[in-house]
T-cell receptor, first 113, second 116 residues
Framework: DAKTTQPTSMDCAEGRAANLPCNHS???????VYWYRQIHSQGPQYIIH???NNETNEMASLIITEDRKSSTLILPHATLRDTAVYYC??????????????FGKGTHLIIQP | NAGVTQTPKFRVLKTGQSMTLLCAQD?????MYWYRQDPGMGLRLIHY???????AKGEVPDGYNVSRLKKQNFLLGLESAAPSQTSVYFC???????????????FGPGTRLLVL
């Protein structure tokens, strides 16, 4: 799986858009970009994923550059409850058996009141 | 839908005692997983199951056993607990299609286990 690079921490004011960058310059053509987050003392939570096109769901938007070497997760109106560690990972689908998720260090996003 | 639930939420064991952690999901997912998460260590896969009646070892299976007698339930057993098994345990489930594993995993709230 391709390696990802994320800033260690970021601050964002409540109500503003939080933009979390992720570099994945060695991504392969069949690898998806996935975002998860983990709020303190809770289980990890799936946010969004994409392959080439930008994606949006009720939680966030994912912007993937045309060369797919980087992406940005956007939380449009951040709230205090969005304070968490955000993980960007690139993964390919596989057949047969199963693999576990492996998170890197992630970005600790702190929403300021 | 409740999603993924875990029982119990917190437990204290003495060394050598046994216990079973229960995970239940109501999303009709084929795949289920047990992870442990230690401070600064990230998630590590203990065991997983690709369907009812099947289980397989993950990265750190020693000291644990699992069973998947029903599609919606995945049990993690500790036969003889050790202090090194003090951790937070997360269960997760995911869907599959045509045998292809998808990486959208839904996690439970976790079980905090302290072994003295």
């Amino acid at each position: 799986d391709a390696k990802t690079t994320q800033p260690t921490s970021m601050d964002c004011a409540e109500g503003r858009a939080a933009n979390l960058p992720c570099n994945h310059s060695t991504i392969s053509g069949n690898e998806y970009v996935y975002w998860y987050r983990q709020i303190h003392s809770q289980g990890p939570q799936y946010i969004i994923h994409g392959l080439k096109n930008n994606e949006t769901n009720e939680m966030a938007s994912l912007i993937i550059t045309e060369d797919r070497k980087s992406s940005t997760l956007i939380l449009p109106h951040a709230t205090l409850r969005d304070t968490a560690v955000y993980y960007c990972i690139v993964l390919a689908y596989s057949g047969g058996g199963a693999d576990g998720l492996t998170f890197g260090k992630g970005t600790h996003l702190i929403i300021q009141p | 839908n409740a999603g993924v639930t875990q029982t119990p939420k917190f437990r204290v064991l003495k060394t050598g005692q046994s216990m079973t952690l229960l995970c239940a999901q109501d999303m009709n997912h084929e795949y289920m997983y047990w992870y442990r998460q230690d401070p600064g260590m990230g998630l590590r896969l203990i065991h997983y199951s690709v369907g009812e009646g099947t289980t397989a070892k993950g990265e750190v299976p020693d000291g644990y056993n699992v069973s998947r007698l029903k599609k919606q339930n995945f049990l993690l057993g500790l036969e003889s607990a050790a202090p090194s098994q003090t951790s937070v345990y997360f269960c997760a489930s995911s869907y599959t299609s045509g045998g292809i594993q998808f990486w959208t995993q839904y996690f439970g709230p976790g079980t905090r286990l302290l072994v003295l």
